[in-house]
């Protein structure tokens, strides 16, 4: 099992949140797929963000995790203003990020795609290599060592020296969540862990969002899977045209008109 017993990041503010965005408009040419939209997400906190199909969440998690510049809005990292930054100082900032469909590489073994997750290893300035040998040395041990925990944690170890491209769409995700914990992010950006997951892998990812939580993680989670949501997630926030539309526990937005209305088509774009 990982060590969650890493050194904390400095924060701004004791009190910042791990993400705010406020005001967020993203434009593609005429389109406005995130329109004017706020959301925050707080310390310690599993949210849920759902939505029809085309309502924006992805459009939403590429600003935050810095893969899109947002048209206008401001979007902060535990207190600190990052929307005109990168997705690297995003990571430095301790978020972390799943895609919905993830792309290991094919041909590296299911070990080496968990390293390429690490973060300021000394072996990537080349002349440490001849300056601090054996610092490189400890340092890739150290990184090897606690990409073997992350595997043990996701279930794969069985599978560290298998080329990645055998594993199943759900041992994929599992892959993946395993790589981004290699950076000890303190926020995790989720984009549908479920879709496409056998209910077996499903209960082990299930599982392991729960332990990452309880272990202080906030978590942002865009799901389909309303049980899913249900059984992760206190509060949802519910996107619609690129729009906050509603928000609450999950068994009352379910039942909200507006969040069905919307669901059932009747929110334009
Ligand atoms: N790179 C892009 N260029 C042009 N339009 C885009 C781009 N990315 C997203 N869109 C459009 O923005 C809107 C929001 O898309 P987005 O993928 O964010 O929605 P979503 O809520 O994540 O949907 P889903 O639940 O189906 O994944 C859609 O109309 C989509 O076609």
Not at 25 to 36: I, S, T
Not at 43 to 68: D, H, R, V, W, Y
Request: glycine share 10%; proline share 7%; charged share 20%.
């Amino acid at each position: 099992m990982p060590s969650a017993a890493d050194a904390p990041r400095p924060t701004s503010s004791a009190a910042a949140m791990p993400v705010e965005a406020r005001d967020l408009v993203r434009r593609f040419g005429g389109l406005r797929a995130v329109d004017g939209m706020s959301i925050a997400l707080r310390q310690g906190e599993m949210l849920g963000l759902i939505g029809p199909n085309g309502a924006g969440k992805t459009t939403l998690f590429n600003l935050i995790a810095g893969s899109l510049k947002p048209t206008s809005g401001s979007i902060q990292i535990s207190g600190e203003e990052v929307s005109g930054e990168g997705p690297e100082r995003r990571i430095a900032h301790g978020l972390g990020r799943t895609f919905q469909i993830p792309r290991p590489f094919p041909e590296m073994t299911v070990l080496e795609n968990v390293l390429t997750g690490g973060q300021s290893q000394a072996g990537e300035h080349i002349w440490r290599n001849f300056l601090q040998p054996g610092r490189v040395a400890a340092e890739e041990k150290a990184a090897v060592d606690r990409a073997r925990s992350l595997l043990d944690f996701v279930t794969l170890s069985g599978l560290e020296d298998e080329p990645a491209r055998v594993l199943s769409g759900g041992q994929r995700k599992l892959l993946e969540l395993a790589r981004i914990l290699m950076a000890d992010p303190e926020t995790i950006l989720l984009d549908e862990p479920a879709a496409g997951v056998n209910p077996t892998l499903l209960e082990i990812i299930i599982d392991r969002v729960l332990d990452l939580n309880a272990r202080g993680k906030s978590v942002l989670l865009i799901e389909h899977n309303m049980d899913m949501v249900a059984r992760l997630c206190g509060r949802v926030v519910v996107m619609a045209a690129g729009r906050h539309l509603a928000e609450g526990p999950p068994a009352e937005v379910a039942r909200n008109p507006a969040v069905i209305e919307a669901y059932l088509g009747g929110v334009a774009a």
